[in-house]
């Protein structure tokens, strides 16, 4: 029997203990989960027979007292085995340790981190679904709206803003793939493993597993707490590498805008978007694509962490599994993404200048090699070559493509022409490579799938937000069914609570 009694007014309020928990929700780190360790490991083994029922009433309250003790304001939240277990044994006595046969710090500290994780991934998957479902919106919004692109920093072709966006969402659509991918592998219990390869305790891992919300166990005890544990952060932070290098992708391509005299985009001014120079009072400084920029580059180093720690060691040392250095690893991935989400949203596109710009450039012109090679046969490498010398001689000359005299382009063709079989008159009329030259003729007339004339544009916007759509269902499920099983585990552990209540009653009454 236990040696330490439980006072009477801690039975009271134990009795007072719903199913729903307390009005505050706990937050959901070690101690949190430590706490639910101990009560699924009471009533899986009092029911199983491996715990006298008779004191399975008092390891409850003990236990109980801990945790209420640690969710007061300003209470202790121990975040180790060794220093979680005194609490409780100052609440019920010494042979409240006979919880602990079956378990060890190991594989209770490997499955709270992979908890903790597991919680970690589901906030970034929400945050990451919000991003997308902006940057979505905004192609949305700006489907017809025509924009230089570039490559190897220089103006390459006209396309829809909104397809240039759909291409950007189409990463972080990768990125949540990844989460859920990786949500599998860290969805899983270590509980029972003990240390390496087990123990002569038969705990039950598959009911422990789903008490702690988790899909299913890990199989193999030593790769439980020496491989797999090192494992999961690594795969996280490569997730929060590539969300990390898509948020920097965006920003960097938006500040080559603003090293222009006159960008066709720009961040809404005033507020926390930009700000004036000290000394220069005609600089506005993007501030937000600063702060965007930085905090992407703060997860990409921080993502480097469990790599560099997990490198050279032996198996299942401690350097990568801190669960407060993980978790402030994915929560700099969510914040790059929230600010991303702060930028799309004060963007201002100007359509004209856009125009104006493609318009004073030649990035239409592989549209006249398109032309000549689909309409009139003529090879792509022959076409190619004469519009890179109208191309040279309207630089050459500061001529714009819509001002380029179609006489010109007649005696070019006739020269790049010269040495072959083809016929050298251009077989294109004055109108038809005027219309070859237009930037939004050439968007909305591509063929290819997953271009960005419109047809395919509402077919991508409407599979992206299907998509966002799954994203949310996905997250919300694996909440669900998180929160069934910890609901079901307090249902379980109250009934314990309950016959505390009993006893002390039948003492009085004695």
Same mark, same amino acid.
């Not at 705990?203 to 005890?221: C, I, K, P, S, W």
């Not at 790049?416 to 083809?422: A, G, H, L, P, W």
């Given at each position: 029997?236990?040696?330490t009694p439980i006072l009477s007014a801690v039975c009271l309020s134990l009795l007072a203990y719903s199913v729903a928990g307390a009005a505050d929700t706990p937050k959901r780190d070690e101690f949190f989960w430590l706490g639910e360790m101990n009560k699924a490991s009471l009533v899986i083994n009092s029911d199983e027979g491996l715990i006298d029922k008779a004191e399975a009433p008092g390891f409850a309250a003990g236990i109980q007292t801990v945790i209420d003790a640690g969710n007061e304001k300003g209470g202790k939240r121990q ?18 340790? #006979? !919880? ?5 710090? &190991? ?5 709270? /981190?992979? %908890?903790?994780? *597991?919680? +970690? ?43 240039? #966006? !759909? ?5 972080? &659509? ?5 989460? /859920?991918? %990786?949500?599998? *592998?860290? +969805? ?159 963007l201002v596109v100007d359509p004209e200048r856009a125009l104006e710009e493609l318009n004073s450039d030649w990035t239409a012109s592989q549209e006249l090699a398109d032309s000549l090679m689909r309409n009139h046969k003529l090879p792509f490498r022959i076409g190619h070559h004469f519009a890179s010398e ?121």
């Amino acid at each position: 029997m236990m040696k330490t009694p439980i006072l009477s007014a801690v039975c009271l309020s134990l009795l007072a203990y719903s199913v729903a928990g307390a009005a505050d929700t706990p937050k959901r780190d070690e101690f949190f989960w430590l706490g639910e360790m101990n009560k699924a490991s009471l009533v899986i083994n009092s029911d199983e027979g491996l715990i006298d029922k008779a004191e399975a009433p008092g390891f409850a309250a003990g236990i109980q007292t801990v945790i209420d003790a640690g969710n007061e304001k300003g209470g202790k939240r121990q975040s180790t085995v060794i220093t979680f277990e005194p609490l409780m044994i100052a609440a019920a006595g010494q042979e409240i340790t #006979l !919880l602990h046969a079956g378990r060890s710090s &190991q594989d209770m500290h490997a499955t709270f /981190r992979s %908890a903790i994780l *597991r919680d +970690d991934l589901l906030s970034l998957a929400q945050r990451l679904q919000k991003t997308s479902t902006t940057l979505v919106n905004l192609a949305e919004k700006n489907a017809g709206t025509v924009v230089p692109n570039y490559t190897n920093g220089v103006a390459a072709q006209p396309n829809s803003y909104g397809h240039y #966006l !759909l291409g950007h969402a189409a990463g972080l &659509q990768r990125d949540a793939q990844r989460i /859920r991918e %990786a949500y599998v *592998r860290v +969805d899983r219990s270590s509980m029972g493993t003990t240390v390496l390869n087990g123990t002569s305790w038969p705990l039950n891992r598959e009911r422990m597993a789903q008490y702690l919300g988790f899909a299913r166990t890990v199989d193999n005890a030593y790769d439980a707490a020496q491989i797999s544990s090192m494992d999961e952060p690594v795969e996280v932070a490569s997730i929060v590498t590539t969300v990390a290098l898509h948020t920097g992708n965006f920003i960097e391509d938006l500040m080559t805008q603003y090293a222009q005299p006159r960008p066709w985009i720009l961040l809404q001014e005033g507020g926390d978007n930009t700000y004036v120079s000290s000394a220069m009072p005609q600089k506005r400084n993007p501030g937000l694509l600063n702060r965007t920029r930085s905090s992407a580059s703060t997860a990409l180093t921080l993502a480097f962490g469990p790599i560099i720690q997990t490198h050279n060691i032996t198996p299942g040392m401690a350097d990568p599994k801190s669960a407060k250095t993980n978790s402030e690893m994915v929560a700099s991935a969510m914040k790059a993404l929230k600010n991303w989400d702060d930028v799309m949203k004060a963007l201002v596109v100007d359509p004209e200048r856009a125009l104006e710009e493609l318009n004073s450039d030649w990035t239409a012109s592989q549209e006249l090699a398109d032309s000549l090679m689909r309409n009139h046969k003529l090879p792509f490498r022959i076409g190619h070559h004469f519009a890179s010398e109208v191309v040279s001689y309207a630089k050459k000359n500061n001529i714009k493509p819509l001002d380029f005299p179609y006489a010109q382009a007649q005696r070019i063709y006739a020269e790049v022409v010269r040495d072959t079989s083809y016929a050298k008159e251009l077989p294109m009329s004055e109108a038809d490579f005027k219309a070859t030259l237009d930037p939004v003729a050439i968007v909305n007339n591509r063929a290819t799938a997953g271009g960005p004339q419109p047809a395919e544009m509402k077919r991508m916007i409407a599979a992206a937000k299907k998509d966002l759509a799954d994203q949310q269902a996905w997250v919300d499920a694996k909440h669900k069914a998180i929160d069934t099983s910890l609901k079901q585990l307090d249902g379980d552990f109250s009934k314990l609570l309950e016959k505390t209540g009993d006893t002390e009653q039948a003492k009085k009454a004695s």
